[in-house]
């Protein structure tokens, strides 16, 4: 099947998708751009406003949501979980890490709306502790 052969750079797998703040396109691949204290300050088009590549080409893919289960939650910052879809009869696993706040039933919300496994991997966070 074609989506099984279809594969996204590593880079692609943890891009966000939004907003250029040059070009002023929705829904391009973008590239983080900080001021000198490392302030996250603008988003471009992660390889130039007018390559092609910029903008997702990723499938719809059909997934079937097996288990959300939670594996951690710390004290106050974040909550972990392990998330299994079915996918082309193949099932794929994956670990992602949400804020504190998130629950079984808004999880399941989000990744049900995700159109591919790669969006639903996205859905990671880098929760910082202070
Ligand atoms: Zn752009």
């Known amino acids: 099947m074609a989506t099984e052969k279809y594969q996204l750079s590593d880079a692609e797998e943890t ?16 590239k983080p751009l900080h001021d000198k204290y ?3 300050v603008l988003d471009q088009c992660f ?8 903008v997702p ?7 079937e949501i097996i288990s959300i289960v939670e594996t951690y939650r710390s004290y106050c910052h974040d909550s972990k979980w392990k998330i299994s879809i079915k996918l082309n009869d ?4 994956m670990n992602l890490t949400r804020l ?6 808004s999880l399941r919300e989000k990744i ?13 966070l880098y929760v910082f502790h202070n």
Do not use: M, Q, W
């Open 90 to 93: 193949k099932v794929l696993t």
């Open 15 to 30: 891009l966000t998708i939004g907003k250029c703040d040059f070009c002023y396109e929705e829904g391009r691949y973008l």
């Open 112 to 124: 049900v709306h995700c159109r591919n496994r790669h969006e639903i991997k996205r859905l990671n």
């Open 38 to 40: 490392g302030d996250h």
């Open 47 to 54: 390889y130039g406003c007018e390559d092609k590549r910029s």
């Open 100 to 105: 504190h706040s998130e629950n079984e039933a």
């Open 57 to 63: 080409n990723e499938p719809k893919e059909n997934f």
